[in-house]
């Protein structure tokens, strides 16, 4: 039997209403020669009713049924079964433009690379119309590639705006107990030892945004320790290497980043114990933050009121940013 030239994993759990037209849009792929695979994460009776009618309806569409394997564990009993050459992964409350697929896979035979990434954007009702892509795909070889997924905004570190060879795909940790950041971690066991990526510009990818999505939720320990623990595996990975000061910049911005995620919030005493310890990270590196090439001047700015006029941050952030209660 001959094999599907791309294989679609879609993680499914308690998607409800959403799911139906996330799988239409991948029906609707331009690229026909591929494969679904839908993993039932221990989703509802009626997620996984759904996914068994699809299965019946379009014999490119396979389902599997098991517990919740959080998202890595459930994305790789995905690939386990993936035939394809090359493999993609779309979320279950997500749609994608009619021809990702295939101008992803164009992108890759141009350059000769073995992944491909286009921009994503948010939506709440609809997604924007597709606009014709911008230019001609291009090529980021290594290690630029890692520098963009790091820094480049329309790369980011996204699994689903891309497409992978499947060659990439040897000794990655499905095991792993990360849930947070889980495509950051994914991402860079899949391309650090790539020769490199393509990029083309055009939006691919729609991201909905709704109350249930993981980024409403109220963070936890589990969201700061896995955060961290990613960027500190990236910034260890890159110690001695081209990519060192852009990983540590990239460390730092974390650091920021969910300093201020505990500060926006109402509840943000609750959090004092951890922000405590994510200001002495902030305080004692400061001086290596304010020479750093690879660290933008609004993140400096951000780090001397972290640490300087804290006062006056805590409020700003407050006032500017949302409150993901």
């Known amino acids: 039997m001959k094999k599907p030239l791309v294989s679609v994993i879609v993680l499914v759990h308690n998607t ?89 896979l164009c992108a890759c035979r141009k350059t000769g690379l073995p992944g491909a990434c286009c921009r994503f954007v948010p939506f709440l009702d609809a997604p924007p119309a597709p606009q014709p892509p911008k230019g001609e795909a291009q090529a980021i070889c290594a290690p630029d590639h890692l520098e963009a997924l790091l820094h480049r905004p329309g790369v980011d570190f996204s699994l689903c705006n891309k497409i992978y060879h499947r060659s990439l795909f040897v000794n990655i940790p499905f095991h792993s107990a990360i849930i947070y950041n889980e495509d950051l971690f994914l991402n860079w066991a899949l391309l650090k030892n790539a020769p490199g990526m393509a990029f083309w510009d055009f939006v691919g990818y729609y991201y909905r945004q709704h109350s249930a999505s993981a980024s409403h939720r109220a963070p936890d320990d589990k969201v700061f320790e896995d955060q961290l623990q990613v960027a500190e595996m990236i910034r260890k990975d890159c110690r001695g290497g081209p990519l060192e000061v852009s990983a540590w910049a990239f460390y730092y911005e974390k650091v920021l980043y969910l300093d201020s995620m505990i500060l926006r919030r109402k509840d943000a005493s609750f959090y004092d114990r951890r922000h405590r310890e994510l200001r002495v990270r902030l305080r004692t590196e400061l001086r290596r933050a304010l020479h750093c090439p690879r660290l933008a001047p609004a993140f400096k700015l951000t780090a001397i009121l972290d640490c300087w006029l804290h006062p006056v941050y805590r409020l700003l952030c407050r006032t500017l940013l949302t409150d993901r209660r």
């Not at 221990?42 to 996984?48: I, L």
């Not at 394809?84 to 295939?102: K, T």
């Open 16 to 104: 409800g209403k959403y799911l139906q037209p996330c799988l239409e849009s991948i029906q609707a792929q331009t690229l026909q020669d591929l494969e679904v695979i839908l993993v039932d994460n221990g989703s509802t009776p009626e997620d996984a009713r759904l996914c068994e009618q699809w299965a019946a309806k379009d014999a490119r569409f396979r389902v599997i049924h098991h517990e919740n394997k959080g998202i890595i564990g459930g994305r790789g009993s995905g690939f386990s079964l993936a035939q394809g050459e090359y493999i993609s992964f779309v979320d279950s409350d997500d749609l994608i433009r009619p021809d990702m697929l295939e101008l992803l």
